[in-house]
């Protein structure tokens, strides 16, 4: 954008990569806008930990085109970033598994519970933090949280395989059952199914027995010390970073090693592991979170040897299935629960009980802190956040941006967002009528589209600008219709003369979507939506969907598909 004296202006470089993917769908556009919603965005703190395929990174420090997962497991990409905001109210919410969180008020979570209407624990909403907040007070008579807020866990993460200088099993086992100090393993002769399994894995290995009864072996691995003081190991049992980054089946044998060794099974197919190292404690976590498993920290307690107290020892419980096994010592492996439905992929959040769950247990209002929100590219709109892969919602432009966009250029163009309640619909408007009344750089830019003092200019007649019956920038010929209005399309049909643009934006909810009566009358109300798409002033009619994917029968993937079919070089999911 440049002024009247060609100097350039620039703005945000979220909603600049927003118009151009915008850009795609609009005929004959000269320029394009870019605007700063300052009260648009999904934001956590800047200093929560992003995975990425290099490793773990500062929210702060994440840029356009790093690449980091979604709840799926897969990679995307990083396309827009936003400035850091420092005055949005925040929230801390904590997580079973032991993470915590710091995030904006208008930040999303994908969640289930008692109180927002899931039911059967496979309906999910969509939920800002504040809204969490305010369901969380609700305690029962034994304190516990009445509103059973949850959140499931994510796919394995998919990543590479990698060259590593020790096999994973082996040195998980080895961080296990190791003496620290050599290349050596002490364990029972009733599980020598693990000294057969390193074997073939290319090592020679000596067997001798560790004591007169025959129950413990001690196995000398050769060259295995070696390996580990060339690794940072020897004397200094952690697991290196490059493991944590290798592929998910290196990853689950490393875990698998762990598991065999200091990992016990119950008879209810409960897996727990034990062990006096803090490091690989969080270690466990950390590799069973990657893999789709709900794991956290469940106490510590003292270390005993023949009645003396040696130190701490720290106790880790994993929620998992024997199809995604953390072990691979069979009687260990045959006391984990078969599933009783097939887990799936991250799908559209209709999701079985088999996927493990972790509880949202405490909720607080927090300081103020520096935030900032990204968009990733992958039709889920999430990404994974906290070094225990916390699944969580990212910024949503597109309806912003979309509007401001068209309705700049197009000043007696008209335009309407639908969503699937009026509330909605109106909160999408409030953001566009807060930036038009208060972006003293818009109104240098657009001074012959946008009032210095809308409120004043209604008084004339000239100017329409309320939530309720729209908001009209100044034009050249009068037009009944406003440039910006709002509609709520699931009570009462939809209404108006007829838009250049519509905005589907929250176009179905978690009312909706378990429901297949709701479904039809949301599919009924959505086409009499799209019959208002008759443009007057636009050269055709341009029709925006953004939503969370919460059923594969729902508004979002049905018109996505529809689009596909018809050309599928330009249709494609814009995650919001």
């Given at each position: ?424 619909a109106r909160k999408h408007l409030r953001v566009i009528k807060e930036e038009l009344e208060t972006n003293k750089l818009l109104k240098a830019l657009f001074s012959d589209r946008l009032w210095d ?124």
């Amino acid at each position: 954008l440049r002024s009247e004296t060609q100097q350039p202006f620039f703005f945000h470089q979220l909603y600049l990569d927003m118009c151009k993917l915008n850009q795609r769908y609009i005929d004959n556009f000269e320029s394009s806008f870019d605007g700063s919603a300052r009260r648009q965005g999904k934001d956590i703190c800047v200093d929560t930990s992003i995975l990425t395929n290099a490793g773990f990174k500062r929210m702060g420090d994440v840029v356009v085109g790093d690449v980091v997962y979604g709840p799926d497991g897969r990679e995307t990409k990083v396309v827009a970033v936003s400035e850091v905001f420092r005055d949005h109210d925040c929230y801390e919410i904590f997580f079973s598994n032991g993470e915590s969180v710091v995030a904006g008020a208008d930040h999303e979570w994908v969640v289930g519970g008692k109180l927002i209407g899931a039911r059967g624990g496979w309906q999910c909403a969509l939920k800002t933090s504040s809204e969490l907040y305010s369901l969380f007070p609700l305690k029962r008579k034994d304190s516990k949280n009445e509103a059973g807020l949850y959140i499931y866990a994510a796919d394995p993460i998919e990543m590479q395989r990698r060259d590593l200088p020790i096999d994973p099993y082996l040195l998980g086992v080895w961080l296990g059952d190791g003496t620290s100090a050599e290349g050596v393993i002490t364990n029972s002769c009733t599980d020598d199914q693990i000294i057969r399994e390193i074997e073939p894995r290319g090592y020679e290995v000596n067997r001798r027995n560790y004591d007169s009864r025959g129950i413990v072996n001690t196995v000398t691995v050769y060259g295995l010390r070696v390996m580990l003081r060339s690794v940072g190991v020897l004397n200094n049992k952690s697991i290196p970073e490059e493991y944590f980054l290798a592929s998910e089946d290196q990853r689950r044998d490393l875990l698998m090693g762990l598991m065999d060794t200091d990992g016990y099974c119950d008879t209810r197919g409960h897996a727990y592991f034990y062990n006096t190292n803090r490091s690989l404690v969080e270690g466990v976590i950390r590799l069973a979170s990657s893999l789709g498993m709900k794991a956290f920290s469940l106490n510590e307690k003292n270390a005993k040897l023949h009645g003396r107290i040696m130190g701490s020892v720290y106790s880790v419980y994993i929620a998992t299935k024997r199809e995604n096994p953390c072990f691979k010592l069979d009687r260990k492996l045959s006391r984990l629960n078969l599933s009783e439905k097939s887990l799936g992929v991250y799908p559209s959040f209709i999701v079985t009980s088999e996927r493990p769950r972790i509880q949202i247990v405490d909720i607080k209002k927090v300081p103020t802190v520096p935030t900032k929100c990204i968009q990733v590219d992958n039709k889920y709109g999430m990404y994974l956040c906290g070094t225990r892969l916390i699944p969580t919602h990212n910024s949503t432009i597109r309806t912003f941006a979309g509007c401001m966009q068209i309705g700049l250029k197009y000043p007696e163009s008209s335009q309407c967002i639908f969503s699937v309640e009026r509330k909605l619909a109106r909160k999408h408007l409030r953001v566009i009528k807060e930036e038009l009344e208060t972006n003293k750089l818009l109104k240098a830019l657009f001074s012959d589209r946008l009032w210095d003092d809308p409120i004043e200019a209604t008084k004339t007649g000239e100017c329409v600008w309320s939530l309720e019956d729209g908001l009209r920038l100044r034009r050249d010929r009068v037009r009944n219709t406003q440039t910006f209005e709002q509609q709520g399309y699931m009570r009462g049909a939809p209404t108006g003369a007829g838009y250049d643009a519509i905005h589907f934006d929250d176009a179905e909810n978690e009312s909706v979507v378990g429901s297949s009566d709701l479904l039809d009358t949301l599919h009924d109300s959505f086409a009499s939506a799209i019959n208002l798409a008759t443009p007057a002033v636009l050269p055709r009619p341009i029709i925006f969907v953004t939503n969370t994917l919460y059923h594969s029968k729902g508004i979002a993937n049905m018109y996505y598909q529809k689009c596909l079919s018809k050309d599928p070089t330009t249709a494609r999911i814009i995650p919001g």
